[in-house]
């Protein structure tokens, strides 16, 4: 079957956070030739989700499922291995499991990271899919050597060989889509603008951050941080400090207040982002890293962490040094800062970054090659 063949794919996503979301709507949206079937389960209830989505897709999808298909696509969150257990049919169709991020570098909460099951369940579903992709070459790599460790952990019976499949596995990202059009950026006086657009959780960096803001605010640099993204019932309690010092530190400055929480309106977010100087991550984790990559295409200088995937697709100058220390760390970011504050107060750009290789166009080809080759592995023998 050709690359641009017409395809009728069946797509699970096991636990449907907003970027897995993101993900198979915009691969929907740039194939629109192929016929496309998603399942999805809410994010939420994670060990649950983890280890129950085979279960409520069996018996709560099982007509849907028993359709025919040319391809089945599934996030690493599904539970490949026992969903082929309730129906076997599934066992026919070419299979590529995706990656958005894996149990081995995410840094789990202790009760989470005792649990060795929330690692095995991903890889047994890639031991049994035809072929494995990852977002980033930072994913698979920490996979690949986390997978190794825990294999070496285990007491006994453990086969060699098992991961040398999984060597040959393919790195495509999440595609970004690029604005139809940029309104003129608005940031022209002397107050850096400065957005932390991230999930409001733990992996995020919050204690970090809040280190970040007590510099900005004890060096009274002429700054506004605008601190949004997705909230949820319970968040780090680091972002109500953050509050308090951020608006004090406007009045002081007599700014306007930054913006704070979540902004309902797509609309109002990217008019925000389009105006903001600087996009800063202070994450403990990020396998793309896509509120980052959203922002950098709206036209902010990115900072990010000289570690986790940003080395891949960022230059040096807009990424910082981290240590075990935070406050150290948040010295090494407010250097940064104060520099383009006084960059930007003196009329130089800010160093900008293309990401075109994350555009609609240049991922197109590589993801129609990559089900080709799922559909094509499929002939191939059995591990």
């Not at 240590?323 to 900008?352: M, S, V, Y």
Request: hydrophobic fraction near 40%.
């Amino acid at each position: 079957m050709s690359a641009t063949a017409r395809l009728r794919i069946l797509l699970l996503s096991g636990y449907d956070a907003a970027s897995h979301r993101l993900w198979h709507e915009n691969l929907a949206r740039m194939m629109p030739e192929h016929e496309w079937t998603p399942l999805a389960l809410a994010p939420r209830n994670f060990s649950w989700r983890l280890r129950g989505n085979a279960l409520s897709f069996a018996f709560g999808e099982r007509e849907t499922l028993s359709r025919p298909y040319d391809l089945l696509i599934a996030t690493s969150m599904v539970d490949l291995s026992t969903l082929r257990g309730f129906m076997p049919a599934l066992t026919a169709i070419p299979t590529l499991l995706y990656f958005h991020e894996n149990q081995f570098a995410y840094p789990t909460r202790d009760q989470q990271r005792a649990n060795a099951e929330i690692q095995l369940v991903p890889l047994y579903a890639a031991l049994c899919a035809d072929s494995v992709a990852f977002n980033s070459e930072y994913n698979r790599r920490t996979f690949l050597s986390g997978a190794k460790e825990l294999l070496r952990r285990l007491p006994d019976y453990v086969p060699k060989g098992l991961l040398q499949r999984l060597e040959q596995s393919h790195v495509v990202p999440v595609p970004v889509f690029q604005p139809e059009e940029l309104s003129p950026r608005c940031s022209n006086h002397s107050t850096l603008e400065i957005v932390w657009n991230h999930r409001w959780e733990y992996d995020k960096g919050p204690k970090r951050l809040l280190e970040v803001v007590k510099l900005l605010c004890a060096q009274r640099l002429n700054c506004r941080l605008h601190i949004v993204g997705q909230q949820f019932k319970q968040q780090p309690e680091e972002f109500d400090e953050c509050r308090r010092l951020l608006k004090a530190h406007c009045i002081s400055l007599n700014l306007e207040d930054a913006h704070f929480g979540f902004i309902e309106s797509a609309t109002d977010y990217h008019t925000l982002i389009n105006s903001c100087d600087v996009a800063l991550s202070t994450a403990l984790h990020d396998f793309q890293g896509l509120a980052m990559q959203e922002a950098a295409i709206a036209g902010c200088c990115p900072l990010a962490p000289a570690d986790l995937v940003y080395p891949e697709y960022l230059p040096p100058e807009n990424l910082y040094s981290v240590t075990q220390d935070n406050t150290h760390t948040a010295r090494n970011i407010f250097k940064k800062l104060k520099r383009w504050q006084e960059e930007k107060n003196e009329g130089i750009a800010l160093p900008r970054v293309s990401l075109t290789q994350f555009f609609e166009e240049n991922l197109t080809a590589r993801y129609q090659q990559l089900f080709a080759q799922t559909i094509h592995s499929k002939q191939q023998p059995a591990l």
